[in-house]
């Protein structure tokens, strides 16, 4: 004989059950809520390998050389690249470009279009520059500092004192999402300034203010006109 299967009606929740899911609600929520108030915990996460490393490789590959700029590009991709330059006591600069998550080193060159003016400046200012790229940093560092994205050697300061070289530092800041940049005095470590720059989700780092002139591109020579064909005398067919 078979049994008939027995429905089983649904229990009423009591006002405590209710109650219960109404908490167990709320504290999701809550939590949600909690969770955008919360700082990101990492800024270009796939930069691995930082500014202060990529310079120190750069002037290995560059021997007697001393650090001039550096600037992140591409940090919106998976691999972005960091290029260095560095400055040999001739006032020669080379170019250095660097894998920024592993620290290979993609290729080096001398970027062309240094006349002599060039080189004397930038042997000028490296050699004024007292306090290393990593010590002008440890200057503007603050709680959600984030990462450095750009450095670079500058002439002066704008009040006209002091010697002529000055870190001009680009930073990611972690807590806000934007980018900073901050002036630090090379020889004496006195912070100039900082100012709040756009959003940073995508910083691509433009090139250093401080870039080489390039030589004018020639225009390549009009290809020669042919001389005008003399059409043959008429011969009257026989």
Same mark, same amino acid.
């Given at each position: ?95 250095? %470009?660097? !894998? *920024? $998550?592993? #620290?290979? +080193? @993609?290729?080096?060159? &001398? ?59 680009t ?9 900073r940049?901050? %002036?630090? !005095? *090379? $020889?004496? #470590?006195? +912070? @100039?300034s900082?100012? &709040? ?12 203010s ?12 009009a ?16």
């Amino acid at each position: 004989m078979q049994r008939t299967p027995r429905t089983r009606t649904p229990r009423r929740r009591g006002p405590g059950g209710l109650l219960a899911l109404l908490i167990a609600a709320g504290a999701a929520l809550t939590g949600c809520a909690d969770y955008r108030l919360e700082p990101p915990t990492e800024v270009l996460a796939q930069v691995e390998f930082p500014y202060d490393a990529a310079f120190a490789r750069a002037q290995h590959e560059v021997p007697d050389s001393r650090p001039f700029s550096l600037g992140l590009r591409g940090a919106d991709r998976a691999v972005p690249v960091w290029y260095g330059r560095v400055v040999t006591p001739d006032g020669t600069v080379h170019e250095v %470009r660097m !894998d *920024a $998550v592993r #620290g290979r +080193v @993609l290729g080096a060159s &001398v970027p062309a279009g240094q006349s002599a003016s060039a080189k004397s400046r930038a042997a000028a200012l490296t050699a004024h520059a007292k306090l290393l790229p990593s010590e002008a940093v440890k200057k503007v560092k603050e709680p959600d500092f984030g990462k450095v994205t750009q450095i670079e050697l500058t002439d002066g300061r704008t009040d006209g004192t002091g010697d002529a070289a000055v870190w001009r530092i680009t930073v990611a800041a972690l807590r806000r999402d934007d980018l900073r940049t901050y %002036r630090v !005095d *090379a $020889v004496t #470590g006195e +912070v @100039l300034s900082g100012d &709040v720059g756009g959003p940073a989700a995508t910083p691509t780092v433009a090139p250093p203010s401080t870039a080489l002139p390039t030589l004018p591109t020639a225009s390549p020579p009009a290809p020669p006109t042919a001389p005008p064909r003399t059409p043959a005398p008429y011969r009257p067919s026989p």
